[in-house]
């Protein structure tokens, strides 16, 4: 029995280490290339400025300015480009510990050392990521108030921005790569979003939370007696709850990236990040090769006794004038209820979905070491 007692020590004792690195630990985040002035703010809300070679873990938030952008390098060896006038958290990225993974190396990984869960909330503004070979255990997410885009391998961008009437406007660009796009409102489920290809969706945001202060008792009019003392107060007229506002569409549209765009996410690339020259410069040749930008003309004004303007004449050599574009494809979802969780429509059950794909990842990382204790494998 001793023997046996020692034999399964010797097992444990050497499983030990493999089973510790398996384990999801707190992943890194290293601020490469800063332009201007940005802020990063620690869970505690303590703000200090955002400077290159700063490391920090999930939990903290960036915000650039109207005239700044930053560089965020994560240790699983994607690269995010904080764009002007943004505010955005990194809510989870937890990641198996690996020897590859090495400080101020991680742009040089070819592809994800480790497994990883990565959710970056984009709260306004937008970003632009290069994301290299995830592991098939892993799990890349970045996640707005009205929808949240799922990330393979690829160069992409996410935008969100809100207007006063209460939608909020998603929109997700694949360049390279694979992308896919959840809107929270619409049971319409997931949109691949193919290579070149942009979507945005425009929503009902969530609400914001409602003041909790009660408002002060209304002063009884000018010339009205107090009621005597001992009294009960007169109840107050109850009056009718306001009609609930009617829920607005969802409204999805999907285009091909124009050379403007993609050449303005070359330009970002090449300006405002250290990843290598050649990925800017294979973007640069896709934008080369997309269509120009459609320019949209307003409307004509009718006359001025309200007959429609006349059509626009021909060439003067007789021939028609050539047709504009097509537009792009627009769908109008089915909307589906609204959340009204902490965090936007839908987020509770994103943040169920993020901790359940963490979970499985955990397991998944353990049985693969308790298969292999060498480590090569999974």
């Known amino acids: 029995m001793r023997i046996s007692l020692k034999s399964a020590a010797l097992i444990l004792i050497a499983l030990f280490p493999a089973l510790a690195s398996a384990a999801l630990q707190n992943g890194k985040v ?6 201007g002035t940005s802020t990063l703010i620690d869970p505690q809300t303590i703000k200090k400025p ?28 994607s690269t995010l480009i904080v ?77 969100y921005e809100e207007d006063k009437k209460g939608m909020g ?6 360049v390279r790569g694979s992308v896919e796009a959840t809107v929270f409102a619409s ?7 193919a290579p070149g290809t942009q979507v945005t969706a425009v929503a009902p945001a969530p609400p914001k939370p409602a003041a909790e202060e009660k408002p002060a008792a209304a002063a009884a009019p000018a010339g009205t007696a107090a009621a005597p003392a001992g009294t009960a107060a007169a109840p107050a007229a109850a009056e009718p709850a306001p009609p609930a506002p009617p829920v607005a569409p969802v409204t999805i549209t ?11 996410i070359s330009q970002t690339l090449a300006s405002s990040t250290s990843l ?11 934008a080369a090769a997309a269509p120009p930008p459609v320019e949209v003309k307003p409307a004509a004004a009718p006359a001025a006794d309200g007959t429609a303007a006349p059509a626009a004449a021909p060439a003067a050599d007789g021939t028609a004038k050539p047709a504009e574009s097509a537009p792009a494809s627009t769908t109008t979802a089915p909307s589906a209820p609204m959340s009204t969780s902490t965090g936007g429509g839908g987020g509770s059950a994103i943040d169920q979905l993020v901790q359940k794909i963490t979970d499985t990842v955990q397991q998944n990382v353990e049985k693969a070491v308790q298969t292999n204790p060498s480590g090569t494998g999974g």
Request: charged share 20%; glycine share 8%; proline share 5%.
């Open 254 to 264: 999907s285009a091909a990236m124009d050379s403007k765009m993609l050449s303005s």
């Open 83 to 159: 764009s002007p006038n943004t505010l955005l958290e990194v809510r989870t990225f937890k990641q198996v510990a690996s020897s590859l993974i090495i400080e101020g190396s991680y742009q040089k990984l070819d592809k994800e050392p480790s497994p990883s869960v990565t959710e970056i909330e984009v709260k306004r503004g937008k970003v632009l990521g290069e994301v290299r070979k995830l592991n098939p255990m892993s799990s890349y997410t970045i996640k707005t108030p009205v929808g949240v885009a799922r990330i393979r391998g690829t160069i992409y961008e996410v935008g």
């Open 30 to 35: 290293e601020v490469g290339l800063v332009k």
């Open 276 to 286: 290598p020259p050649a990925i800017a410069q294979e973007v640069k040749a896709q």
């Open 50 to 77: 955002l400077a290159s070679g700063l490391v920090f873990q999930e939990g903290y938030t960036v915000e650039t300015n109207l005239e700044s952008t930053a560089e965020l390098i994560l240790s699983n060896g």
């Open 169 to 174: 406007t998603l929109s997700v660009s694949c």
């Open 187 to 193: 049971s319409s489920g997931p949109i691949s979003v």
